[in-house]
């Protein structure tokens, strides 16, 4: 059974600091890594996207990838209230199919 | 580019009643994936298509079924509405090179 695991949360951070959230999966084919955004009562959206190890930057937004450890995590950095919301990660699995956890709900405290 | 369009946007069935949701995917996407989502739930999978063809399911019950035209274009339906049907339906579509998914606005289906 492939499995993506994430606390649930609610993780709450002031505004202003780093918001780091994380993911762990158990297929280690895996080959490709997400992370949407899901506001309440929207659907998700795409933020960011990772092939390999190391870190990818877009914005405030940096993904971490460690294959070996199966470990993908997200960071926001100046945390803003409109980043209050529900952070999905997915991983890619060899089928085409992806693989969702539950998701971590962020909170940021003005 | 369109995005993902999925219609209806809200809909009200009764039990034992069936229904018919439609997912236009972006265009070129081949690949178009139905998810069920109720309050405080994360993703449920329901199944994806692929060029016509089921290539992924996930443990729904029959009363769940999908298919794909030859425009990408899916629909999905569920039988015998029961109350705990009740939920956002989302459509998510990909490119031919990968699994990154693109969601659709869903559809919130409401079974009274």
């Known amino acids: 059974q492939k499995e993506v695991e994430q606390n649930s949360g609610p993780l709450s951070v002031p505004e202003g600091a780093i918001a780091s959230l994380n993911c762990t999966y158990s297929d280690r084919v895996s080959q490709s890594f997400f992370w949407y955004r899901q506001y309440s009562g929207k659907s998700p959206e795409l933020i960011m996207s990772i092939y390999s190890n190391g870190d990818k930057e877009d914005g405030r937004f940096t993904a971490q990838l460690n294959k070996a450890s199966q470990y993908v995590s997200l960071l926001i950095r100046d945390s803003q209230p409109s980043d209050s919301a529900t952070y999905l990660c997915a991983v890619g699995d060899s089928n085409y ?14 | 580019k369109a995005g993902v369009t999925q219609t209806p946007r809200y809909l009200i069935k009764t039990r034992g009643q069936q229904v018919t949701l439609s997912c236009s995917p972006i265009s070129g996407h081949r690949s178009v994936s139905w998810y069920q989502q109720t309050p405080g739930q994360g993703l449920q999978f329901l199944f994806e298509y692929f060029s016509e063809t089921q290539r992924n399911k996930g443990n729904f019950p029959g009363r769940f079924s999908g298919r794909q035209f030859s425009n990408s274009r899916s629909e999905m339906n569920v039988s015998t ?4 049907d009740s939920a956002l339906y989302l459509c998510a579509s990909s490119s031919i090179s990968s699994t990154e998914a693109f969601f659709g606005q869903g559809t919130r289906l409401t079974v009274v």
Do not use: H, M
Request: no cysteine; charged share 15%.
């Open chain 1, 97 to 110: 199919q992806l693989i969702w956890g539950a998701g971590t709900k962020l909170i940021i405290k003005p």
């Open chain 2, 81 to 84: 509405l029961e109350l705990g």
